[in-house]
């Protein structure tokens, strides 16, 4: 079974544009988070989906959006750009998040450099 | 050890020693904890997990430890291998109506000598 993928791999942008990311989960899962990653903040929940709907999300503000699509693949966009959304931007998937186990699988993230 | 929000701390072992991680974590009504391993360049990994009416849980070379009294938690990696080598981090998921908003700690990273 594949494991999660995203693209692009790595992203170069300058202030004041915006970015879209893309994530594909495993096949059969239906719950898809977002975290951003940085060496000052390490690993911050940005929001999930699941059955096409954001069912949680984190403290992040607006600039931040994503959407899940009914093959259950997700993106997320960043209006905006400021240097500090410079990150790695990590994508994990599950069966579904409310259950006893919440085992997710990450992909290997998008490493995004705001210039 | 670690604590969320701050450094990142190194733990050094050789190869076939135990290795013991630690973390604590913020929110004494936190119900699940889970710990991730990061090889450089990849995603996190799912290692083990634990509720909090455990204390202690079992895995493949690994034991996870909840000490709810002190709010810490550890990481037991047993005949620690030079694959070991990683950033390990916590995470702990706050009441949230059964829903996973996890908490990250910063990570320790571990790196074994063969």
């Known amino acids: 079974k594949a494991g999660v993928t995203q693209t692009p791999r790595y992203l170069i942008k300058t202030r004041g544009q915006q970015v879209t990311l893309s994530c594909s989960p495993i096949?059969?899962?239906?719950?898809v988070s977002w975290y951003q990653q940085t060496p000052g903040q390490g690993l911050q929940f940005l929001f999930e989906y699941f059955s096409e709907t954001q069912r949680n999300k984190g403290n992040f503000p607006g600039r931040f959006s994503g959407r899940q699509f009914s093959n259950s693949r997700s993106e997320m966009n960043v209006s905006t750009l400021e240097l500090g959304d410079s990150a790695l931007y990590l994508c994990a998937s599950s069966l579904a998040g409310r259950v006893s186990s919440y085992e997710q699988y990450f992909g290997p993230g998008t490493r995004l450099t705001v210039t | 050890g670690e604590s969320v929000g701050l450094h990142l701390p190194t733990l050094s072992v050789q190869e076939g020693d135990n290795s013991i991680i630690n973390c604590a974590y913020s929110n004494s009504a936190s119900d699940y904890f889970i710990w991730y391993k990061q090889e450089s360049g990849k995603g996190p990994q799912f290692i083990i997990d634990?509720?909090?009416?455990?204390d202690k849980r079992q895995g493949q070379r690994v034991t996870v430890l909840l000490n709810k009294t002190v709010k810490h938690l550890s990481l037991q990696i047993a005949a620690t291998q030079p694959g070991d080598s990683a950033v390990y981090f916590c995470?702990?998921?706050?009441?949230?109506?059964?829903?996973?908003?996890?908490?990250f700690g910063r990570g320790t990273s571990l790196i074994v000598h063969p």
């Open positions: 995470a702990e998921n706050p009441p949230s109506g059964g829903s996973y908003i996890p908490t």
């Open positions: 634990i509720r909090s009416n455990m």
């Open positions: 096949s059969g899962h239906r719950s």
